[in-house]
């Protein structure tokens, strides 16, 4: 199947499953998508990634992690820069998500990084999502 936006498309497979309240959750590989896993796990929205091979495509199984066991941990997830409308943010202007109890995922010209790793590196980026 050809998806238009596959970030967009990794984004709500998570929403859909902690909504779902499935353990994990398969999506197809790419070298964004494993830096967002990346950031995801890092800042403790999902518990595990790891990469396997299904034949030709590399897959990414994400591990999702729930409060008590009950309440998901990912609470929201939003796709901003879009492919039909792209939106950048300079280094003074990157924005706050939840006055700071998200995060906001950012592509720079040094990678794909969080919000306040950007601000450390006076970096400004596409503004790729929001997570809270």
Known sequence: MNVSDP?????????NASRARHLEVVVP???TK????????DEGFIADVSEEQAGPAQLLRLQLKYVDGKAPVVSGLKRISKPGLRVYARKTE?????????IVIISTSHGIMTGSQANKAQLGGEVLAYVW
């Open 94 to 102: 990157i924005p706050r998500v939840l006055g700071g109890l998200g």
């Open 34 to 41: 494993r830096e967002i896993a990346r950031i995801l796990r």
């Open 7 to 15: 970030i967009a498309d990794m984004l709500t497979r998570i929403r």
């Open 29 to 31: 590989a790419s070298r």
